[in-house]
């Protein structure tokens, strides 16, 4: 039987698209087989040596090459080496199958390269014959032939999605149809000790979950009514990042803490009361409100119903300060929880004098310079003298923090407050302070109307004044 063969043809060229000329480079192909073949047919060895190819003055080449699909030739799935020696580049080598029933010319840009091909000789050659849909190569036990054949039962029985593939007990291969319910289902299967079973879905029954006993409800067997009745762990638990949810408050006895039960939240709740109550002995085992804070010996705002002020109004002396014209006084007063701002209370001892319309405003500002309520125009208030109560436009409502009461008079003489001291740059009430922390400071000399925020850090103490003001 003769052997078949295939002409190689191609054509190389530069990055230009022109023929690399082989007559005036050393530029060729070295063709060699991927393995020693045997003709059994012809009881004969084939030993194809290395066939040199040169490229011709256009780039162009042709070679005469045994087929690789020689059904004589063994082993089969043997393929053709090339190896590229072009100059000014680097041997490049790759491997291709050359089939005649392809075609007995074919040119070398057609082909695919393989993967390597070193252990070829242990893959299954093709058979020959027609062949069927759903038909594969088998090894017929017969050196390296193969026949088309069924490929087995096992790959039949799945049809549908979530189908799992068994032995049965036959054996052969079986099909375990998908869970299709809307219940969730999990895999059981149960031995006798020496044989397997067939596999089921079902759902998790109590005894399937070891030591915990759990059933299908979510309720533990060892958790009866009240958390006392868990046995005591034989160490402490820690909870790491986790916690208990859910848990309802106890009753009765059962509300102390000595039975393991968490403190209630309510009214009775009173060992710690709000601003201005009289600290009193709360109920054990209740937790305060959240919007609690420890009770001071001392006076503070909320006895008296303010919700701050810039000194204890007791402590005012017959000092007075008159406003300078221009010049904004802050005196600061603090915020010890969420409250809202809408007045500032305090004492005009002498009226002013020719207020200009437009220009006398009290205000409040945020420790960061924001201004955060401002009043009316005060040049008809202030030209009376008495305890004044000036309301903000917008009231605020003010995080716990510094504030400062604003202070702007112009005209011919500004109205006189009442204050701890007279006017001075050295007060104790700003000792050993920043200038942005002032308790009592000028900022600003020559204002007409008060900004919308200020510097804090250009806050002075020049010509300050502890003024009395209430918070409402």
């Given at each position: 039987m003769a052997l078949n063969y295939v002409t190689l043809t191609g054509t190389y060229a530069d990055g230009e698209g022109i023929g690399i000329d082989g007559t005036r480079h050393d530029a060729f192909l070295t063709l060699t087989p991927t393995a020693s073949l045997t003709d059994a047919t012809n009881d004969r060895e084939v030993r194809l040596t290395p066939v040199r190819v040169p490229l011709n003055a256009d780039g162009t080449f042709s070679a005469r090459l045994l087929a690789t699909d020689n059904s004589t030739l063994m082993p089969s799935g043997w393929a053709w080496q090339v190896t590229e020696t072009l100059p000014g580049l680097t041997d490049f080598t790759w491997n291709f199958f050359l089939a005649f029933a392809t075609g007995v010319t074919q040119d070398v840009a057609t082909l695919s390269p393989v993967s390597s091909v070193t252990t070829m000789q242990a893959y299954l050659p093709v058979p020959t014959g027609a062949v069927s849909a759903g038909l594969v190569p088998i090894a017929t036990g017969s050196g390296e032939q193969s026949a088309w054949g069924s490929p087995g039962a096992a790959s039949l029985p799945l049809t549908t999605l979530g189908d799992l593939l068994y032995e049965d007990a036959t054996p052969a291969p079986a099909r375990l149809p998908g869970n299709v319910s809307a219940t969730r289902k999990f895999l059981r299967q149960l031995g006798n000790g020496v044989l397997s079973a067939v596999p089921v879905w079902d759902t998790l029954l109590a005894a399937d979950v070891p030591l915990l006993n759990q059933n299908t409800t979510g309720t533990a067997a060892n958790i009866t009514g009240t958390l006392d009745q868990v046995p005591a762990p034989a160490a402490a638990v820690g909870l790491n990042s986790k916690k208990i949810t859910s848990l309802a408050n106890g009753t009765a006895a059962q509300d102390a803490a000595a039975f393991g039960q968490l403190p209630v939240a309510d009214a009775t709740a009173a060992d710690i009361t709000p601003v201005g109550t009289v600290a009193v002995a709360g109920a054990i085992g209740k937790w305060a409100d959240a919007g609690h804070v420890h009770a001071d010996p001392n006076p503070l705002p909320g006895d008296f119903g303010w919700v701050a002020w810039t000194t204890d109004p007791i402590t005012a002396q017959s000092n007075?300060?008159?406003?300078?014209?221009?010049?904004?006084?802050?005196?600061?007063?603090?915020?010890?929880?969420?409250?809202?701002?809408?007045?500032?209370?305090?004492?005009?001892?002498?009226?002013?004098?020719?207020?200009?319309?437009?220009?006398?405003?009290?205000?409040?500002?945020?420790?960061?310079?924001?201004?955060?309520?401002?009043?009316?125009?005060?040049?008809?208030?202030?030209?009376?003298?008495?305890?004044?109560?000036?309301?903000?436009?917008?009231?605020?409502?003010?995080?716990?923090?510094?504030?400062?009461?604003?202070?702007?008079?112009?005209?011919?003489?500004?109205?006189?407050?009442?204050?701890?001291?007279?006017?001075?740059?050295?007060?104790?009430?700003?000792?050993?302070?920043?200038?942005?922390?002032?308790?009592?400071?000028?900022?600003?000399?020559?204002?007409?109307?008060?900004?919308?925020?200020i510097t804090p850090s250009a806050n002075i103490t020049t010509n300050a004044a502890p003024l009395v003001v209430l918070v409402s």
């Open positions: 007075t300060n008159v406003l300078a014209p221009g010049s904004m006084y802050l005196v600061a007063f603090w915020v010890r929880k969420t409250q809202t701002l809408s007045n500032l209370i305090y004492h005009v001892t002498t009226a002013g004098g020719t207020l200009t319309s437009g220009q006398n405003f009290c205000a409040i500002f945020s420790a960061d310079g924001t201004q955060r309520a401002i009043s009316a125009d005060q040049s008809v208030p202030w030209v009376s003298s008495g305890i004044k109560t000036t309301a903000m436009t917008v009231p605020y409502s003010a995080p716990p923090g510094m504030y400062w009461a604003a202070f702007l008079a112009n005209g011919t003489t500004g109205p006189t407050l009442r204050a701890t001291a007279n006017v001075s740059s050295t007060m104790i009430s700003n000792a050993g302070l920043a200038a942005a922390s002032l308790r009592v400071a000028i900022n600003g000399t020559a204002l007409t109307a008060i900004p919308g925020s």
